[in-house]
């Protein structure tokens, strides 16, 4: 996902200086040289990296760490305080009536994209509607008018007419009673001045509360000049990155963001219409530096919980995160798993198990990931309810049983039991932890590592 | 496109141009220098011996002594040093002009290569040595497999069969649009099949396009197999004597499996005389993985980079080849059905590196 890139090479390079309590000049020019070459490879532009890394190295050779802190620690604070300078917070976006236009290169996703924000406001008890402008690429109208009945949103559209500021007007009319009108656009590139005319013309009737500027994620360097021309015409109030789910780092966003003085609104992961996020600076940056996205995880283990329905309800999420995790919910956890999605998804979200871990594994491993994941539950089938909560309690001769029991073998079991010593270890970890434990996380997260540690992970490695 | 790379390759040249010029500078001192050291201790016999040995232990190379020898004969010799600055400043040219990283480092090394221990005759400028250096490593580069496009469609079985892959919203079908138009002016007849059964408006889109240019479309339900409707079109071509048939596919993101494997089925049904991968000259560092994950689904025969008007940059092209061995072969550089150009990276490199005045 986004620039985990960075997240392993600098843990790479971090690990380098373990033990050190001071850095001397040397260590920060290679931490530096580092974070370059990742922002670079991630698609950050290149002036705003050069800004960013002699931000880094200034306070990293002038401040002094505070008492207790190890280098390593003072530097990753550094680094993680100047990212979220340049990131900045989520576009606000407020649960109201309101207008909002979408702009962008040609095939940058902008229709998928506002049929996917219809939906998000849809969701959130709004009742939005698309209206369809481009009058220019062929089959547009229909593909907007699918993707909206796919949403079951609103829809308005006028395939025969050839202007848009038209179709805008109209369509603002023909919405009257929704409350969130999504204006879509025909792409255009900043250079091509008489369709950046016709956008600040559809602009100036639209009168749109925010404008967003649709990225597609494996945009490079030219994102500068593009969001910069789009912010000159008809200002950029917040960038929505699309095609996250490739493997593109989205860079790009960071430079927009940076160009436009604007925010992330929005996160595109997708084809479908539910393929859509709110940006959540936290997470994005604590994905960035390989922390996993717990508040993500647990807001789809949530959703993935709401959806099971009536399944039993006696079971917190939260509780997990505060030390009881029996095997469980071990057990619900990879059942509530199953329905939230393609297994490297969330895998990315899991403390520890994103950026770096990820490429290590090798590509099948999820694969085989499954598989284990089948036998786990078949074998938790075979446990007493008693040995379900206690999982320390099971002797050698309880495991022989269940082996028997669930078909599998002796190995097998102890290999379940061993995971989950090693989830409940790692979530113990995050009990009460604030801003400022960051450090210390990811300390204990890296002391763990090393082959056995992470790659002992068990379903999820 | 280019603008950018192409003024920076300029000041490569004149930065490596001042190196040199100090250097000049600074040896043609020290050789005065020593001159007169040599002159004031040629008087004791002992003295020359040593004298030599003690200069090239002060500069730990063949440095000083061969460099006082090379400005004799009119002389400098280019050293790491002299370029560590200047090529800084190509690699950042490099990668601010969406140049993939290791492409960028594999011309960096190329050049240093070329021009370390150069030495420079004096009746040869700098400039031409930076020159030759940055042509012959950017020509390796960029130029890999170059092709008749023209004349392999003139010379293949008819019906020829063309297949479009890439990532959603690169310009697939546009590009399929404008192909068609370009072979009808070189006087081949072409049907188009809409193998995207997936995106919605995906079939409007291209009968409309067909429809402008007065083309044939095949088209099934959406849904149906891609395979089956270009398979369709190559019957259809057959007993209408039509030349070529280009097939669209859905776009796909690299990542989905699924869809991967769907073209690696269209290419076992179909079997294309050519795949052509389109992606757009705007595309970043990414653009190099999404090429070799399509190359490995799918070989692919060569490239169509899109949104070449949007982009000053345009390193994907740079990159693109080098990367997956296949050449780029078109350009696309507007929204009109005429604005489909030839790449010729002969031209490309020369353009880069001619003169600004």
Excluded: C
Aim: aromatic share 4%; net charge negative; hydrophobic share 35%.
């Amino acid at each position: 996902m986004v620039l985990d890139n960075l997240g392993s090479s600098l843990r790479g390079t971090m690990d380098k200086l373990r033990g050190k309590s001071r850095l001397d000049e040397d260590d920060v020019q290679e931490i530096v040289k580092e974070i370059q070459r990742s922002l670079l490879q991630a698609d950050v532009e290149v002036d705003l990296v050069m800004d960013l890394s002699s931000n880094i190295e200034e306070r990293a050779l002038n401040e002094e760490p505070p008492g207790g802190t190890s280098a390593r620690d003072h530097i990753l604070k550094i680094v993680y305080e100047e990212m979220v300078e340049v990131v900045g917070d989520s576009t606000e976006i407020p649960l109201e009536p309101q207008t909002i236009m979408l702009a962008g290169l040609q095939g940058s996703g902008k229709t998928t994209t506002a049929a996917k924000i219809a939906w998000w406001f849809a969701k959130k008890g709004l009742r939005p509607a698309v209206i369809q402008t481009d009058t220019f690429r062929p089959g547009s109208y229909q593909q907007a008018k699918q993707m909206a009945e796919n949403a079951e949103v609103q829809f308005y559209g006028d395939p025969d007419a050839e202007d848009p500021v038209k179709i805008a007007r109209d369509g603002l009319e023909a919405t009257e009673d929704a409350d969130v009108r999504i204006v879509d656009t025909a792409g255009r590139h900043a250079l091509e001045t008489e369709l950046i005319d016709e956008i600040e013309e559809i602009e100036r009737t639209v009168d749109p509360d925010r404008n967003l500027l649709v990225l597609d994620a494996a945009i490079g360097q030219g994102a500068k000049e593009q969001a910069r021309e789009f912010d000159d015409a008809i200002g950029i109030d917040g960038v929505t990155i699309t095609k996250l789910d490739g493997t593109a780092k989205g860079g790009g966003a960071l430079t927009a963001v940076n160009e436009t003085d604007s925010s992330i609104a929005f996160l595109g992961t997708g084809e479908t219409v539910q393929d859509i996020e709110r940006f959540e600076p936290d997470g994005f940056i604590s994905r960035l530096l390989g922390m996993g996205d717990l508040k993500q995880l647990s807001e789809r283990v949530e959703r993935a919980m709401q959806e099971t329905g009536d399944e039993e309800d006696d079971w917190e999420p939260e509780d997990m995160l505060e030390g009881n995790f029996t095997l469980k919910d071990m057990q619900r956890q990879m059942d509530a798993m199953n329905k939230m999605g393609p297994l490297d998804q969330v895998m990315d979200m899991i403390p520890g198990m994103g950026g770096g871990m990820m490429d290590q594994l090798p590509d099948d491993a999820m694969d085989v990931t499954q598989d284990r994941m089948r036998n786990f539950e078949v074998i938790m089938d075979s446990m007493t309810d008693e040995e379900l909560e206690n999982p320390r309690s099971i002797g050698a001769q309880q495991v022989r049983r269940i082996a028997r029991g669930s078909g599998t073998d002796e190995e097998t079991v102890q290999e379940l039991l061993q995971q989950h010593k090693m989830m409940d270890q790692t979530l113990n970890q995050f009990q009460g932890m604030g801003d400022g434990d960051m450090q210390r996380m990811m300390k204990k997260m890296q002391g763990g590592d090393g082959g056995g540690g992470m790659g002992g992970m068990g379903p999820f490695g | 496109m280019f603008d950018g790379l192409k003024d920076k390759l300029g000041s490569f040249r004149e930065d490596v141009e001042e190196e040199v010029e100090e250097k000049e500078a600074e040896a043609a001192a020290e050789a005065e220098a020593a001159a007169d050291d040599e002159d004031e201790s040629s008087t004791p016999a002992a003295a020359p011996d040593r004298k030599p040995s003690e200069e090239t232990d002060d500069d730990g190379g063949p440095g000083r002594l061969r460099q006082a020898a090379a400005l004799a004969t009119g002389r400098v010799i280019i050293e790491e040093e002299d370029l560590e600055e200047p090529l800084w400043s190509l690699e950042m040219a490099l990668l601010e002009s969406d140049v993939e990283m290791s492409v960028a480092e594999e011309i960096l090394d190329s050049v240093r290569e070329r021009l370390i221990g150069e030495s420079r005759k004096q009746v040869d400028t700098t400039a031409e040595l930076v020159e030759d250096a940055l042509h012959d490593a950017l020509v390796d580069v960029i130029s890999v497999g170059q092709f008749d496009f023209e004349r392999r469609i003139a010379e293949a079985d008819k019906p020829v069969t063309i297949v479009f892959t890439g990532v959603n919203g690169v310009g697939k079908t546009t590009s399929i649009a404008k192909m068609s138009e370009w072979l009808g002016e070189r006087g081949y007849s072409s049907v188009l099949a809409n193998g995207d059964t997936y995106r919605a408006g995906a079939s409007e889109q291209i009968s409309e396009h067909a429809e402008n240019v007065g083309r044939k479309v095949i088209a099934h339900e959406q849904g149906g197999d891609p395979a089956a409707v270009i398979y369709d079109g190559v019957e259809y071509a057959e007993a209408n004597d039509v030349d070529v048939v280009l097939g669209d596919t859905a776009g796909r993101l690299h990542t989905s499996n699924d869809l991967m494997t769907q073209l690696e089925k269209i290419h076992r049904v179909v079997d294309p005389e050519m795949t052509l991968f389109v992606d757009e000259a705007v595309a970043g560092q990414d653009a190099v993985e999404r090429a070799k994950e399509f190359d490995d689904a799918a070989e692919i025969d060569g490239a169509i980079l899109t949104k070449a008007d949007a982009d000053s940059s345009g390193g994907a092209a740079i990159s693109i080849a080098h990367v997956t061995g296949r050449p780029v072969l078109f350009l696309g550089t507007g929204q009109g059905y005429e604005d489909l150009q030839e790449f010729d990276p002969e031209a490309l490199v020369a353009e880069l590196l001619a003169d600004e005045e």
